[in-house]
């Protein structure tokens, strides 16, 4: 089955004034919108070069009292093309529906009132302006904003700041008056006691071009609302169809009556193309942003980028490829990831590149089939040359002891202040590294290097043993005096567990699922550090702390379970995992259990506001897919191509099929009962 907008559309979400809750973004591939806590606004909207920063605008005034004032519940429906909101103040029910209007830089609101016949309604809009165009790149978290001044001009209210680099337009489908900054209009209910208005927002660079967009979606807004979704659902059709031209490739289908791996698969797929960005200002053509809609909204990381590998070289290998040549020539040790309105790289350096980059173009030579990718030049060395360093570039990190010192809590997670240095997973990843690098160098008839990198692999394999807490599950950070700090962190069992599992004992396994499940797992999400841990105290920031997780983190954990042996654990937490997809595309952290209460059955997406800095959206949400395809359907696919499978859906969907999956010029379906070629399209 593929899904439509409608069948992707969360469970019904409720929330009270500034309550612990992340409201619902929209995107349009341009830019970027997100709606607000009241039932009417809208914020952060932004359609890049053109800026509007995290300007709320658009609250909402009933007969001149506030709305959001009388304190009432506020219902939220997100779909991929809208979000409905709903809310009852003073006798009204009111009822919004946003959108971002497909192909313009503007946002659409449709007010729907229902209240008793013939009662007129004063409808009060407090409007906000901080247009800009910034010159140079979004290299900060929160866009560009400008102070701007705010006149009429048509009973329309304009926003433009000293630079005139940029204006916004705002107004009504009715006719209305200004007084100061709120926009005015009267309703009167029909018969039916039913009344209806809709407002819109317009970013752009000038008067003429905003006006031009305003007049086209103020002419009929249910029209645009209705576009949105037809445009969402080709969006999601092409996603799942090897000869469309929406994508440079396609992911298959998943056929399964089991509703939560429905709903997990559809989550990862969603989670991608949600962040793809068709903008014309972008140097590097189509990209795919990282979070959204209130943070870093024209770059993308390469850590994040890399945790959805296989979705983007099933599903978009085309700008995959652009990418990775894009950053190998921005040099991956001196950044961590960039911006699409100049190319220009961003941040510092992530410990996780060397990993990211390698994992990105071993995905993208064994789902394609483009192997002559390694061959080809990228600045003064291949890239099959540039794999070699990134897998040795540990050699160069080490101090006093074998293994390498990935650096202080900038360069790793942020908020776990005793996760720095030599860390397990980083350094089990350069023994994967460097068998991937053998591979290669196997491919390339230098057989000598294969041996060496092995062996290197092996021995460093034992090295990272040194780091293990025995009897424990969990592993040491060794700091630069050579010191032992156990670290009790979701990344080490991940890490580890999806690359050196058979450099691990029977024990150390059994050992690592025990902790995890005794620490970190919860019914429907995990924790990434134990509140066991002496540093459980240092933050709050749910996506690396003990209150919650990153989007990615359940999705590895589950694919280290099965390479440790033990999937029948992920099995029997999906239901509870597939709950946490109740509210939307995945959040950059949701709250365990303990933190929040649960929101529709689920993990609670973490909020923006400080201390917890969490975006609504995060295109790792790939994983998800990963573990769908090489955890339950148990899919592997060598660098040459060759694929297997050794699927453990039957204990979920006995009939569960995958239909359409590409492996370069091959097409295969997967059931429970193993592989199956199938036929390319035409």
């Known amino acids: 089955m593929i899904p439509r907008s409608a069948d992707l559309a969360s469970d019904v979400l409720t929330h009270t004034y500034d309550d612990m809750f992340n409201p619902p973004g929209l995107t349009n591939f341009l ?21 509007h920063g995290d300007t709320i605008t658009g609250q909402l005034y009933v007969d001149g009292r506030l709305a959001c004032s009388y304190g009432g519940t506020v219902e939220v429906v997100w779909r991929p093309d809208c979000v409905v909101r709903s809310t009852s103040v003073d006798g009204l029910d009111l009822r919004t529906t946003t959108a971002c209007a497909p192909g313009r830089t503007a946002v659409v609101v449709q007010l729907d009132i229902s209240g008793t016949p013939g009662r007129s309604v004063q409808l009060g809009f407090s409007l906000a302006s901080t247009a800009t165009r910034s010159s140079a790149g979004w290299l900060r978290p929160e866009p560009p904003s400008e102070v701007n001044t705010l006149s009429v001009v048509d009973n329309r209210v304009v926003g433009s700041g000293e630079s005139g680099s940029a204006v916004s337009v705002q107004g009504l489908d009715v006719p209305g008056t200004v007084d100061r900054s709120v926009l005015e209009a009267t309703v009167v209910l029909d018969e039916r006691g039913h009344g209806r208005l809709s407002y819109v927002h317009v970013l752009a660079g000038s008067l003429e071009e905003a006006t031009e967009h305003f007049d086209v979606c103020v002419a009929d807004v249910p029209a645009v609302i209705s576009v ?9 059709a092409d996603a799942f169809d090897p000869s ?11 056929e399964t009556s089991n509703e939560a791996l429905r709903k997990l698969y559809w989550w990862g797929v969603l989670g991608v193309i949600w962040f793809r960005r068709d903008n014309p200002a972008s140097v590097l053509g189509r990209t795919y942003d ?18 959805s590998s296989l979705t983007h070289a099933l599903l978009d290998p085309a700008p995959m490829r652009k990418h990775i040549e894009h950053w190998i020539d921005l040099d991956t040790h001196k950044h961590f990831g960039t911006e699409w309105l100049t190319g220009g790289p961003v941040g510092y350096w992530y410990s996780v590149n060397d990993f990211a980059m390698t994992r990105l173009v071993r995905d993208y030579v064994r789902f394609t089939g483009d192997d002559a990718f390694l061959d080809a030049t990228v600045g003064p060395k291949t890239v099959g040359d540039h794999v070699h360093e990134w897998a040795t570039a540990w050699r160069g990190l080490r101090g006093d002891h074998a293994l390498a010192d990935y650096g202080g809590i900038d360069n790793l997670l942020e908020c776990v202040s005793s996760y720095v240095h030599e860390v397990a997973s980083f350094n089990a990843a350069n023994v994967w590294c460097m068998r991937v690098a053998a591979e290669i160098a196997d491919r390339s008839g230098d057989a000598d290097r294969a041996a060496l990198l092995r062996k290197e692999a092996s021995a460093q394999a034992g090295h990272v043993n040194e780091l293990y807490v025995e009897g424990k599950g969990f592993w040491h950070a060794r700091q630069p005096d050579g010191s032992l700090v156990p670290v009790r962190h979701c990344y080490d069992f991940n890490i580890v567990g999806t690359t050196i599992p058979d450099d691990l004992s029977e024990s150390q396994c059994a050992e690592m699922v025990s902790f995890f499940q005794r620490e970190l797992q919860t019914p429907t999400w995990m924790r990434a550090l134990s509140p066991y841990d002496a540093d459980a105290a240092f933050s709050v920031r749910p996506d690396h702390q003990w209150n919650g997780a990153y989007p990615a983190w359940p999705a590895d954990a589950g694919r280290a379970l099965f390479a440790l042996g033990r999937g029948d654990v992920l099995l029997d937490w999906l239901p509870g995992l597939a709950r946490t997809a109740n509210q939307g595309p995945c959040g950059q952290a949701h709250f365990v259990e ?6 529709a059955g689920g993990a609670r997406k973490s909020p923006p506001q400080f201390p917890y800095l969490i975006d609504w959206s995060c295109s790792s949400s790939g994983a998800w897919v990963s573990l769908v395809l090489e955890g339950i359907f148990g899919i592997e696919v060598a660098l040459d191509g060759t694929v297997t499978a050794s699927p453990q859906v039957a204990a979920l969907d006995p009939d569960a099929r995958l239909t359409g999956l590409r492996v370069g010029s091959n097409m295969y379906d997967v059931t429970a009962d193993g592989l199956t070629p199938s036929h390319l399209p035409g």
């Open 31 to 51: 830019g970027t919108a997100q709606v607000d806590h009241d039932v009417m606004a809208i914020r952060s909207v932004n359609f890049p070069p053109y800026s």
């Open 228 to 236: 949105a979704e037809s445009m969402w659902d080709v969006a999601i």
């Open 244 to 254: 469309s031209d929406g994508f440079s490739g396609s992911l298959p289908v998943l």
């Open 290 to 307: 990282t979070l959204m809609p209130r943070y870093w909204q024209t770059t993308t990381f390469i850590w994040d980028y890399s945790l």
């Open 594 to 599: 303990e933190a929040q209460p649960v929101m």
